[in-house]
């Protein structure tokens, strides 16, 4: 018979933790930020209150709610210097790249100045991460199109001020089209945080070790960026836009469900959700809300994706293996309908989840009996053997 391996039962692992910031019921499909379910949030807040949620476990008071904007507001500009290190960037590399690159770069900025033991530094950090993450991300967004950056505006809200650091240009006068300021600042709150996923997982294993928030932050940015997780927003429009039309979807369903094919869906299937995700539902009617504002509800790409999430649902192989849409499968086509590159999708991913991934880094740091996470294996390798010298090989 083969080996039996046994794990030390008081083996530990980040992989495993206890947390009361965010609870899914992946069979019943919920999702709730301390206990707020997402479809009320997505409905009545907006992302900084969602963000003083995420951070302090309760909705804030409108003095509190003043006082946390003002804190951002006030660090939404970054070090001058940091401006050079886009120009290191050749022009057309992927928005990911320059994010996981300038946040890691963060830490050469803050990070002497960052005691992860000290609760006011703790908080320092995470009021940085969350005003600065739309700048770089618009900066990366300008460097890649060649046009100059634009400074953040104190008097707009949060995803108003990423729509002009986007989209402002110096020679005309930019007015925020509130139809997609309102609809980005529902997509970040949909994206806010999601428990244990694979990139709030690695920013929690990196922040075990002691390392500097920036630089946790920026490896969670990298784990984001596969598109088996928020790299799928982008790859889901660029599918939808390769299909093209309604009758071509029989074709990618049958590759789907071909395991030799390597395809798999965009924005299908989930870890964790076995049932509708519910933020796929918000998104949904959000997609539709504002591509009829905007008078494009006939957008074909929209109507590509109603068609083939139609035909999925009633197909067995999706069916039998619970494959429901997910938050990635309508995203894209609200950010594209908003002006946005596909490149800039996971991105915008990225800035949305940075409270969540800051807010459970901070409650990792402030667990007085968290160490360090170390996962271990079942080693199924060669037995212990002799080295034998080359000329008996
Ligand atoms: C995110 O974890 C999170 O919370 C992540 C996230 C967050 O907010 O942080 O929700 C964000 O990452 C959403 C997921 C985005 N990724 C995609 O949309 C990429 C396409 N989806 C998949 O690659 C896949 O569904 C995963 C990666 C999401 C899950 O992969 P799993 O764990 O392998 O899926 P599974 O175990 O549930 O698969 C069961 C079966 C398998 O087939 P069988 O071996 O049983 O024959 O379903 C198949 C899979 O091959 N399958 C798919 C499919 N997803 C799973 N087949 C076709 N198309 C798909 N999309």
């Not at 729509?163 to 709150?189: G, Q, T």
Request: some cysteine; proline content about 5%.
């Amino acid at each position: 018979e083969g080996d039996v391996f046994t794990f030390d039962p008081g083996f530990t692992s980040t992989a495993a933790c206890e947390s009361d910031i965010t609870y899914i019921d992946g069979d019943k499909g919920e999702l709730l930020y301390r206990g707020y379910p997402i479809d009320q949030l997505a409905e009545n807040s907006h992302h900084l209150e969602v963000c003083f949620l995420l951070l302090y476990g309760e909705l804030p008071t409108a003095a509190q709610m003043a006082d946390f904007e003002a804190r951002v507001t006030k660090h939404t500009m970054v070090h001058e210097q940091m401006h050079y290190f886009f120009r290191g960037f050749r022009r057309d590399s992927h928005p990911m790249a320059t994010m996981v690159g300038v946040v890691g770069a963060m830490s050469a900025f803050y990070h002497d100045s960052t005691d992860v033991n000290d609760p006011w530094q703790r908080e320092v950090a995470a009021i940085r991460l969350i005003a600065k993450l739309p700048t770089i991300a618009a900066m990366a967004f300008k460097y890649s199109v060649g046009q100059p950056f634009q400074y953040p505006r104190n008097n707009l809200d949060y995803a108003s001020n990423f729509l002009h650091m986007c989209f402002a240009v110096p020679c005309e006068e930019y007015v925020v089209n509130p139809i997609l300021s309102k609809a980005l600042d529902r997509i970040m709150m949909l994206h806010a945080d999601h428990e244990q996923n694979a990139s709030t997982s690695t920013v929690r294993l990196a922040g075990s070790s002691g390392a500097n928030p920036f630089a946790c932050i920026a490896a969670g940015i990298a784990c984001l960026w596969g598109p088996a997780h928020g790299g799928a927003n982008q790859a889901c429009l660029e599918m939808l836009r390769e299909i093209g039309t309604v009758d071509r979807i029989p074709e990618y369903i049958a590759r789907a469900k071909d395991k030799n094919s390597g395809f798999r869906l965009m924005g299908f299937g989930h870890r964790v959700y076995k049932n509708f995700d519910p933020r796929a539902k918000v998104m949904k009617e959000s997609a539709d809300e504002v591509l009829g504002l905007l008078g494009i509800e006939n957008n074909p790409t929209l109507q590509v994706a109603k068609e083939l999430e139609r035909i999925a649902l009633e197909d067995e192989f999706f069916v039998s293996r619970k494959l429901y849409p997910n938050v990635d499968f309508y995203s894209g086509i609200i950010l594209d309908a908003m002006g946005f590159p596909t490149s800039m999708f996971t991105p915008i991913f990225a800035l949305s989840r940075t409270v969540g991934w800051i807010a459970q880094w901070k409650e990792m740091i402030a667990d007085p009996t968290q160490k360090i996470g170390r996962p271990r294996q079942l080693y199924i390798g060669a037995p212990r053997r002799d080295y034998q010298d080359v000329r008996h090989r």
